[in-house]
Every structure is written in structure tokens, then in C-alpha cells.
T-cell receptor, first 113, second 109 residues
Framework: DAGITQSPRHKVTETGTPVTLRCHQT?????MYWYRQDPGHGLRLIHY???????DKGEVSDGYSVSRSKTEDFLLTLESATSSQTSVYFC????????????FGPGTRLTVT | KNEVEQSPQNLTAQEGEFITINCSYS?????LHWLQQHPGGGIVSLFM???GKKKHGRLIATINIQEKHSSLHITAPHPRDSAVYIC???????????FGKGTRLHILP
């Protein structure tokens, strides 16, 4: 357990509103990832970070932005939520490149109505 | 084309029946992960492999780097082993991790 927490754990929001999800880790891991999980698709990478202020896009980054101003926090923002962004969002960390474990947060269930 | 393919997609077996889940991938990797997700639950790392074989209790994971293939075996599974098992790979010289779609395992008592 890498001490990863996500907040909120559940959220219902309306189309067009901004939403920010927070991932917090206590292990000083370098890499942090945001994934979404949908039936039939498995886990898909939204954005990831390889250090403070260093981020890059994943395969489903449209409509999402991220920020990492501190090692321990990785924020995912939906600027204007859409129903297609209803999903379960997982944060994960990896200590560094190479043969290191992945650790996942508990997930955030987001519903956009 | 998916870079990580798992088979089968769904597997139902009797308690105690040896089961195997397969994972094939198409890229050179630095590590392969097997993960477990219970219904409505979080994701837990079971194994991380770069070569050979690892064992943890009733779970065994093997990898053949030349054939780009890994297997997860469960000896004498219990109903509590019912979960989705996910294979994921970390390509060489890449920070991203690629996931398979998972295998849903259901163990009948």
C-alpha cells in the first residue's frame, strides 16, 4: 500500500460544470497516472506525470487537464463535464522507471447527468 | 489492434480446479504486471515480472520474454478468488503502462 488516497470517492455533477479530482500519495513516488475504467475498455490512460510540473497526455486526454505542483498531489480537471466522462477514475503511482510496483488509489466514481 | 491481449475474457471454474489466464503482448517490455480487481473494489498488484516465474500462495505467474507471453495460474481456487484479473505491461523506454481488458473469473463453490 503506497498510501494513495483519492477525493472525492463519489461525485454526481451536471453537464457543463467543472470538476476536479484529487490524488494524494505519501510515498514520494515519482510517477503518477490518471486512468478511467469503463465496461469493455479496461483501464485507459488519461494523463500522467513523471515529476513536479512534468506531465504528458495519454490515449484519452481530450476534455481533461492535469496539474502537479507538489510531488504528493496530482489533480485531474474536467473543464466542462460531459456525460461521456461518466466513469470510474483511478489514480496510480510508480516509484521510478524500471521494475517497480504499481499502486492504485481506491477510485472515484463520477456521474455526469 | 490491442497491444495487450488476454484470454479468456470470462472463465468459470469449480472450486479446486486449476485455472490459467493468458496474456500476450506485442511490444518489448521492461516489466509485466498482474493485477486483481474484486467487484466494486480497488485494484491490487499481484505480481511484477521481467523474467521467469513467481509464486505467492496459490498464485503462480510465468513469463516468456522471447514469446511475449505470460500466464497466471491459480491452484485450487476458492470462490473468494472470483475477480477480474488484469495484465499490464510497461514498454521499454516508455513511462506509460498498457493494460489488457481483463479476465473475469468466477469460481463456483
Amino acid at each position: 500500500d503506497a498510501g494513495i488516497t483519492q477525493s472525492p470517492r463519489h461525485k454526481v455533477t451536471e453537464t457543463g460544470t467543472p470538476v476536479t479530482l484529487r490524488c494524494h500519495q505519501t510515498e514520494n513516488h515519482r510517477y503518477m497516472y490518471w486512468y478511467r475504467q469503463d465496461p469493455g475498455h479496461g483501464l485507459r490512460l488519461i494523463h500522467y506525470s513523471y515529476g513536479v510540473k512534468d506531465t504528458d497526455k495519454g490515449e484519452v486526454s481530450d476534455g481533461y487537464s492535469v496539474s502537479r505542483s507538489k510531488t504528493e498531489d496530482f489533480l485531474l480537471t474536467l473543464e466542462s463535464a460531459t456525460s461521456s466522462q461518466t466513469s470510474v477514475y483511478f489514480c496510480a503511482t510508480v516509484e521510478r522507471e524500471g521494475l517497480y510496483e504499481q499502486y492504485f488509489g481506491p477510485g472515484t466514481r463520477l456521474t455526469v447527468t | 489492434k490491442n497491444e495487450v491481449e488476454q484470454s479468456p475474457q470470462n472463465l468459470t471454474a469449480q472450486e479446486g480446479e486449476f485455472i490459467t489466464i493468458n496474456c500476450s503482448y506485442s511490444v518489448g517490455i521492461s516489466a509485466l504486471h498482474w493485477l486483481q480487481q474484486h467487484p466494486g473494489g480497488g485494484i491490487v498488484s499481484l505480481f511484477m515480472l521481467s523474467s521467469g516465474k513467481k509464486k505467492h500462495g496459490r498464485l503462480i505467474a510465468t513469463i516468456n520474454i522471447q514469446e511475449k507471453h505470460s500466464s497466471l495460474h491459480i491452484t485450487a481456487p476458492h470462490p473468494r478468488d472470483s475477480a477480474v484479473y488484469i495484465c499490464a505491461v510497461r514498454p521499454r523506454r516508455d513511462d506509460k503502462i498498457i493494460f489488457g481488458k481483463g479476465t473475469r473469473l468466477h469460481i463456483l463453490p
